[in-house]
């Protein structure tokens, strides 16, 4: 698995533990979402088109 996978994966489980657990904290909970999603892409990229 590639780092950025792992870190992408940590930062969703972070955000739905904190969708559910803390949902006062708002719009650092959904910065941590597209973050994860950023990385998830980034990753997706290198592993099926070759770049970056």
Same mark, same amino acid.
């Given at each position: ?7 992408? +994966? +940590? ?19 959904? +910065? ?9 892409? +980034? ?5 099926v088109f070759r770049l970056f």
């Open positions: 698995m590639d780092i950025l996978l792992i870190i992408g +994966i +940590i930062l969703l489980v972070l955000w739905l533990l904190g969708l559910f657990a803390l949902p006062a904290l708002g719009g650092l909970i959904y +910065i941590a979402l597209v973050i994860a999603v950023i990385l998830i892409i +980034i990753w997706l990229l290198r592993r």
